[in-house]
């Protein structure tokens, strides 16, 4: 089944910094990746989330980057804001099987300000 | 106002005892999903549903049990059989369980065991 690796688990910055956060996983057959923000004592909430036929998406402030070939993708953050500190996860399934979706350990990031 | 409900936000049980937890959503999704949180570790499935009275096992099913009555309500009871019950669990919904892999996260319920 998948795996996946999330790297690296805590990482702290600057306000103004950005931060990046990297996955790999071990299925070829994955083809979504979804990105999740978790604030201490709250469910994860989807914050950007890039499928297989594309090789990088952004949203603002974010932006997350794919490479199928080596398997792996990351999570940018730019400008970083002290609001932009919790946990975040990343995720690989595969489109039409829900529930094989599996999830990374999760990096804390903090922003100090 | 849409969305995903657990409740209660935090839940303290004696050993031996069954537990059950919350879930409702009104967003209209056909599927559901249950997961454990432990300190330092992803989250892990316990069961999920993609429709209404059907619900498969998921990687850590052992000691719990859900029932799927209705389209809005998916309910996990952790028996006394499972070992380790301290956690914090998540509830999810997706659009159904087949054409998209989005899935919406509650508020999650904080397990104590006395």
């Known amino acids: 089944g998948e795996n996946v690796e999330q790297h690296p688990s805590t990482l702290s910055v600057q306000e103004g910094d950005s931060a990046v956060i990297k996955c790999t996983y071990s299925d070829s057959a994955s083809n979504y990746f979804p990105w999740y923000k978790q604030e201490l004592g709250k469910g994860p909430q989807l914050i950007i989330d890039i499928r297989s036929n594309v090789g990088e998406k952004k949203d603002q402030r974010i932006a997350v980057t794919l490479n199928k070939t080596a398997k792996h993708f990351s999570l940018h953050i730019t400008e970083t804001q002290p609001e932009d500190s919790a946990v975040y996860f990343c995720?690989?399934?595969?489109?039409?099987?829900?529930?094989?979706?599996?999830f990374g350990a999760g990096t804390r990031l903090t922003v100090k300000p | 106002d849409g969305g995903i409900t657990q409740s209660p936000k935090y839940l303290f049980r004696k050993e031996g005892q069954n537990v059950t937890l919350s879930c409702e959503q009104n967003l209209n999704h056909d599927a559901m999903y249950w997961y454990r949180q432990d300190p330092g570790q992803g989250l892990r499935l316990i069961y999920y549903s993609q429709i209404v009275n059907d619900f498969q096992k998921g990687d850590i099913a052992e000691g719990y049990s859900v029932s799927r009555e209705k389209k809005e309500s998916f309910p996990l009871t952790v028996t006394s059989a499972q070992k380790n019950p301290t956690a914090f669990y998540l509830c999810a919904s997706s659009i159904d369980g087949r054409g998209t892999d989005t899935q919406y996260f509650g508020p999650g319920t904080r397990l104590t065991v006395l």
């Open positions: 995720a690989a399934s595969i489109i039409w099987s829900n529930n094989d979706m599996r």
